[in-house]
């Protein structure tokens, strides 16, 4: 009886060590395909949302830089409305 129990425990035991070595087979395809990712993730992903950043931030001081002119931009457009308004009066009057 007491060797069936020990067979037993040792058919458990062999049964768990199975289970430890694919759970052990298991993490170690996890960590490879983790360090993939972190390979990728630094060599392609990385760069591009560098390069996206870098285009993002060059088109908005751009358009910083313009935004401060198109005001005065604006005032001049309506300094010339309003000069073309009072010359087409004076020429009309002239007719």
Excluded: W
Aim: with cysteine; proline share 1%; aromatic share 6%.
């Amino acid at each position: 009886a007491v060797k069936e129990e020990v067979q037993v425990v040792k058919n458990d035991l062999q049964a768990v060590k199975e289970e430890v070595r694919v759970v052990k087979n298991d993490l170690q395809a996890v960590k490879n395909d983790v360090h993939h990712m972190k390979l990728y993730q630094e060599n392609i992903i990385m760069p591009r949302l560098n390069t996206i950043e870098s285009c993002y931030t060059d088109t908005y001081s751009r358009y910083r830089n313009y935004s401060d002119k198109m005001e005065t931009a604006f005032e001049d457009i309506g300094l010339l409305k309003k000069v073309v308004s009072e010359h087409s009066i004076k020429l009309q009057a002239l007719g």
